[in-house]
């Protein structure tokens, strides 16, 4: 038993001596590949010489592939650096393939002094270019007798840019082509798995993006929905930007601009979305948050124009979102206490969300900036199969899940109540209709036309025609201050309140209106009243209103107070006569204010002008010159029975 460990240390010491540390052979293993993980030669500086496969490498420190140079003696080297190795393989075979998992940052590939390729930026640039692809090499012939492949790679890289210096990753590999197109296809494939989450996520964000966009298209006052499909949209755009990058090595000036301007629209969106469906002000923190933001990629800008590093630079452009990511935290986290349950498992996601990120921004600065050697990753992985789930990946589904749930019943919320509002402006127009009917009552002695188009569903303009017994019209025309369903039932009240006015006397109706309305209504109601007695004579008292038109010039009435002002107020009456014949034209403001989409009003001198046409054409004048409120106009021809009959 002595003798048989005493003869294998034997062995393992003379192979040793026969392969030096340098060397790996696919000549001693079973398997048509050797891995390449392990001692290689290694020397800083740049020297083309060292690609020829004469040269002598044996005073060479060795270092080991899967570890950055950094870790092994050199740290904090930045420039050039060459690896050297040599391949044995059996004799008379064909030329294997080697494949290199990634080396950072570019490197070149010599077979046996012959250029085979290269990946990323070997020269000195600021437009740099990674590399961290798999890719596989076509290796040269052996040299005649031992069949020996050197290979020396010319490897180029800036620390600068926070990854590890110089690194051989680990699974490099080299063997016989067909072998090597599976390795190649399976470490693309766990490349691809390792970013299924985040073109997961991407994906999703899509989706829910233009989910929400369609809802702004069917509501677009609620500009929240625009708000939250601009903070989604950069992450589908990061996706397709992911997909590309897994497979085509992208400058780094370029992945970083998609990357920053991206982040940054995203930012300005949320803070956009958070401010308006919580209500919140827009504070200093705020402005500047979103400043910030919209500045985020001049840290790429400083760096390319060479006033910074790369690392400085990137430092720079976190520092910006620095105050969005503090906005975030510190209001909703805030809001989270003080809001109630509802809101509560909305805001909780949030926070959780940019927390998360504001930690790992205030990571990558601390290590851009030296603060530390290595990047502290908070984001550790939960499970590794199928495909590895992260703690970040964690976040950002419950984060855009949370959201969207929030924003559906939103939108239901937000239809229930436009039903419901809808139901009670119907039940407003048909209580209307029934105050203002669409045919005025037989005034035996005067020809009466009216129009009325309100500006909504319902107005807040009104007007009653009520004879008299004694063969007397009296006319009642107001216009309810505001819009909507609120004026609608202010009118409501009005003409209740008109129909059981026992008195006909211009200013006493105006008084009696004024007490009913007076500390029941919030803002005010013009209105004019005016008796006609049958021979012609006329009282008017005024409220506010515009006066009326008789022939074609506007009588001259001393006016008051709105009603609904002050219950003590006095209205004055101002007598005039009509003559057989004589027109009298009411309309409300609307008229006058209508207004053209250049901004022209329709004016009092068209209103004079046009004020003894019919109230149809009137009316239709004004709706086609731009309807801005309600449009009243009533029409009165004195047209007494001796007239008619002669």
């Not at 026969?18 to 500086?45: C, K, M, N, Y």
């Not at 677009?220 to 949209?233: I, K, T």
């Not at 935290?329 to 909780?348: D, E, F, M, P, Q």
């Not at 926070?351 to 530390?372: I, K």
């Amino acid at each position: 038993m002595k003798r048989r460990v005493l003869f294998g240390l034997i062995f393992i010491v003379s192979a040793n001596a026969i392969l030096p540390a340098q060397t790996f052979s696919l000549v001693t293993g079973r398997e048509p590949v050797t891995s390449l993980d392990g001692l290689w030669r290694f020397h800083t500086g740049d020297n083309p010489t060292w690609a020829d496969p004469k040269f002598d490498d044996s005073q060479w420190p060795l270092i080991r592939a899967g570890e950055s140079w950094a870790t092994q003696g050199y740290p904090g080297y930045s420039g050039y650096a060459w690896y050297r190795c040599r391949l044995q393989i059996p004799d008379g075979s064909r030329p294997p393939e080697l494949l290199l998992t990634a080396i950072f940052t570019g490197y070149e590939v010599y077979g046996n002094g012959k250029p085979i390729g290269g990946e990323g930026s070997i020269l000195p640039t600021r437009n740099i270019v990674v590399a961290f692809l798999p890719k596989a090499y076509a290796l040269p012939s052996g040299s005649a007798g031992p069949q020996f492949i050197e290979i020396a790679i010319r490897v180029w890289h800036v620390t600068d840019l926070g990854y590890p210096g110089g690194m051989l990753d680990p699974g490099s590999i080299a063997g016989a082509p067909a072998v090597l197109e599976g390795e190649l296809s399976r470490h693309q494939d766990a490349r691809t798995a390792n970013f299924v989450n985040g073109y997961g996520y991407g994906l999703l964000a899509l989706l829910v993006g233009l989910t929400t966009l369609v809802l702004f298209f069917s509501r677009p006052e609620d500009r929240e929905y625009l708000w939250f499909s601009l903070m989604l949209f950069p992450s589908a755009a990061d996706m397709a930007r992911g997909l590309v990058w897994n497979h085509v090595s992208i400058p780094m000036t370029l992945n970083y601009a998609v990357s920053a301007t991206g982040e940054g629209t995203s930012a300005i969106a949320a803070l956009l979305f958070f401010s308006t469906v919580l209500h919140t002000p827009r504070s200093v923190l705020w402005r500047l948050a979103c400043a910030g933001a919209a500045a985020y990629p001049i840290g790429l800008l400083v760096y390319y124009l060479g006033l910074t590093s790369w690392g400085e630079g990137h430092a720079i452009g976190i520092g910006l979102m620095l105050p969005a990511d503090i906005w975030f935290v510190g209001t909703l986290g805030i809001l989270t206490v003080r809001k109630g349950v509802s809101t509560r498992w909305l805001l909780a996601p949030a926070v959780l969300y940019y927390g998360f990120g504001l930690l790992n921004h205030l990571s990558t600065v601390s290590l851009q900036l030296g603060w530390q050697r290595a990047r502290m990753s908070l984001d550790f992985e939960l499970i590794s199969r199928p495909f590895p789930l992260r703690l970040s990946d964690i976040f950002n589904f419950v984060f855009i899940l949370s959201l969207l749930i929030f924003l559906v019943r939103r939108f239901s919320a937000a239809r229930q109540e436009e039903a419901r509002l809808s139901q009670e402006m119907e039940a407003a127009r048909s209580v209307q209709s029934l105050l203002i009917p669409a045919v005025p009552p037989a005034t035996p002695g005067f020809a009466v036309e009216h129009v009325y188009l309100p500006a909504s569903e319902v107005g807040g303009d009104f007007f009653q025609v009520l004879p008299g017994g004694d063969g007397s019209l009296l006319i009642v025309v107001g216009d309810v201050s505001g819009k909507g369903l609120r004026a609608a039932m202010t009118v409501s009240a009005i003409v209740g309140a008109l129909r059981g006015c026992t008195v006909r006397d211009p200013a006493q109706v105006l008084a009696h209106l004024n007490r009913v309305l007076c500390g029941q209504i919030g803002g005010f109601v013009t209105c004019s009243a005016t008796l006609i007695a049958g021979d012609g004579a006329m009282t008017l008292a005024n409220a506010g209103q515009l006066p009326p038109y008789r022939n074609g010039e506007e009588l001259s009435v001393p006016s008051a107070l709105p009603l609904g002002i002050d219950p003590k107020v006095s209205y004055e009456e101002t007598p005039f006569s009509l003559n057989p014949g004589d027109r009298l034209t009411f309309l409300s403001d609307g008229v006058v204010e209508a207004q053209s989409p250049a901004g022209e009003l329709f004016g009092f001198d068209r209103t004079r002008q046009i004020s003894t046409q019919s109230a149809e054409v009137i009316a239709r004048a004004a709706k086609a010159h731009g309807q801005e409120d309600d449009i009243t106009v009533l029409t009165l021809t004195f047209a007494p029975a001796a007239v008619l009959h002669a």
